[in-house]
């Protein structure tokens, strides 16, 4: 079993629909919850950072947290056809710097 | 945002051959970085950990005399793909911890491809 479970898509969604992204974790040490964004051949890009559970907004997206189930979320309102990536959850423990990567969902938002 | 540069961002090379890829904060220090592999479609597995001023510390099964990695200041890592071949060809991305150290900001990775 993979520490860290993400579907891998592809998802499609219309232009201006709400996304959930989502992962499930089996290492009860992660404690820090990390979201990045991945377009074709370049480098993951940093979406979202949190560490406590519960939920954290910053414009269209929205992370949560529900560390009693080991269970992450992406939310993206009013999406884009810009937001087409593939979008990668990550997580680290206390004590080592290494994240631990989802597989990675493919996102496409069709205009 | 912090940045990281690579370089190449993509290179051809012939089977047998040893291939030299740059990592660079551009913007703060690290004395920290790592390297991740990246196949078609999948995520990123983790290679080694970049460590300044001393040796780098490989994951299981990465082999540290064919991917050899020196850190040679507080913003630049190398890694050297030494007699490179076909089922090396991948993308490579390294990382920099932020100032917070529990992010890390990406380079944009680089294309190895080996014939």
């Known amino acids: 079993q993979k520490e860290v479970e993400q579907d891998p898509g592809p998802l499609s969604v219309p232009e201006g629909a709400i996304v959930s992204l989502n992962c499930t974790y089996s290492?009860?040490?992660?404690?820090?919850f990390m979201w990045y964004r991945q377009y074709s051949r370049k480098g993951p890009e940093l979406l979202m950072y949190?560490?406590?559970?519960g939920n954290k907004e910053d414009g269209r997206f929205t992370a949560q947290v529900d560390k009693s189930s080991k269970y992450i979320s992406l939310f993206i309102r009013d999406s884009q056809p810009s937001d087409s990536a593939t979008y990668l959850c990550?997580?680290?423990?206390?004590?080592?710097?290494?994240?631990?990567f989802g597989s990675g969902t493919r996102l496409q938002v069709q205009p | 945002g912090a940045v990281v540069s690579q370089h190449p961002s993509w290179v051809i090379c012939k089977s047998g051959t040893s291939v030299k890829i740059e990592c660079r904060s551009l913007d703060f220090q690290a004395t920290t970085m790592f390297w991740y592999r990246q196949f078609p479609k999948q995520s990123l597995m983790l290679m080694a950990t970049s460590n300044e001023g001393s040796k780098a510390t490989y994951e299981q099964g990465v082999e540290k005399d064919k991917f050899l990695i020196n850190h040679a200041s507080l913003t630049l890592s190398t890694l050297t793909v030494t007699s490179a071949h076909p089922e090396d060809s991948s993308f490579y991305i390294c990382?920099?911890?932020?100032?917070?150290?529990?992010?890390?900001?990406f380079g944009p990775g680089t294309r190895l491809t080996v014939l």
């Open positions: 949190t560490y406590s559970s």
């Open positions: 990382s920099a911890p932020g100032g917070d150290t529990d992010t890390q900001y």
């Open positions: 990550a997580m680290k423990n206390t004590g080592r710097r290494a994240l631990t």
């Open positions: 290492n009860s040490a992660f404690q820090y």
